[in-house]
């Protein structure tokens, strides 16, 4: 992963997303580009424009923490992306490789299978995923062969048929999947895939271009299930203390709807593989996942 300026590769694009009329600005004119000018930007967070070229070009490598901070209220940036800024620019505790965030804590295992009737699986920084519940690993069946969801996403041929909202789903994924490489900048599994998800697939390549960086926390997932049908999830996140860079994500349906009853059917599949009783998971007749008065999306 080129990252000689990976500072001013951020900077650009966070730059070109910013509308001029958002902070005051003619958006008319003669720009030949979006967003705002160097120029524009430099008056903006209080600094020579002779200065900021020069840190946007990789030429000034050892900006102040005032300045970064400055142009990070210029560029609007939100809480994830500016500690994104400061990393880059070297003024944040950047953790290096570290093997303990590839194994997976026997507690935490332990926990996953407290989530009977949910799909639960934890994450490595590179989006590996290191442990399921029974239900996440029915819920992942179709995808034989690969185990990095990134990878699964752009590369697996029933990505796009599993997940119908595949474009918000993968600019999400993107978006954390750039966050950690500015948390864990050595990591080699991260920059192995990103090297070669750049190379081989263009719409990895344009979103990782776009340099918008922002966490994981609560998402809606959709999941056309051969076996289950469509599932509706509502996922959240949290991270895994004992392990810097892991996440362990936790997807619940909607009570009383057809993907409860889903969920719930294959988690008795799996009850009667391990030679358990199995529990009635027949949804209740006429369920939704759009009870009357929610929406999901």
């Known amino acids: 992963m080129p990252d000689a300026n990976r500072l001013g590769e951020f900077?650009?694009?966070?730059?070109?997303?910013?509308?001029?009329?958002?902070?005051?600005?003619p958006r008319g004119g003669d720009r030949r580009v979006p967003g705002l000018r160097r120029e524009e930007l430099a008056v903006l967070a209080g600094v020579s424009a002779d200065y900021y070229a020069r840190l946007e070009q990789g030429r000034e490598r050892n900006p102040s923490a005032q300045v970064l901070?400055?142009?990070?209220?210029?560029?609007?940036?939100?809480p994830d992306a500016r500690r994104h800024l400061f990393r880059l620019a070297g003024l944040h505790p950047r953790l290096g490789p570290d093997n303990s965030r590839d194994s997976v804590h026997?507690?935490?295992?332990?926990?996953?299978?407290?989530?009977?009737?949910?799909?639960a699986y934890v994450l490595s920084p590179a989006f590996e995923v290191l442990a399921t519940n029974s239900v996440a690993a029915a819920l992942l069946s179709p995808f034989t062969g690969p185990t990095n969801m990134v990878r699964v996403l752009f590369q697996h041929p029933q990505?796009?048929?599993?997940?119908?909202?595949?474009s918000t789903l993968t600019e999400n994924v993107v978006h954390a999947l750039q966050l950690n490489a500015?948390?864990?900048?050595?990591d080699?599994?991260?920059?192995?895939?990103?090297?070669?998800?750049?190379?081989?697939?263009p719409a990895f390549r344009t979103l990782w271009a776009d340099q918008t960086v922002r966490g994981l926390t609560r998402m809606f997932k959709v999941i056309d299930h051969p076996e289950a049908g469509r599932v509706h999830l509502t996922y959240q996140t949290f991270d895994v203390r004992d392990a810097p860079g892991q996440q362990l994500l936790v997807g619940t349906p909607e009570p009383g709807s057809h993907s409860a009853g889903a969920l719930a059917a294959l988690a008795a599949a799996d009850r009667v593989i391990a030679g358990q009783p199995p529990a009635d998971s027949q949804p209740p007749e006429g369920a939704s996942d759009h009870p009357a008065g929610s929406q999901e999306s």
Request: hydrophobic fraction near 45%.
């Open 188 to 201: 080699p599994h991260i920059r192995a895939l990103v090297a070669d998800l750049r190379r081989d697939s």
């Open 11 to 25: 900077l650009r694009a966070s730059r070109a997303r910013v509308d001029p009329q958002e902070v005051g600005l």
């Open 159 to 166: 990505a796009r048929a599993v997940f119908p909202d595949w």
């Open 106 to 119: 026997p507690a935490l295992l332990r926990l996953l299978d407290a989530f009977p009737d949910t799909a």
């Open 182 to 186: 500015g948390r864990f900048p050595e």
């Open 69 to 78: 901070d400055a142009i990070g209220r210029a560029l609007r940036l939100d």
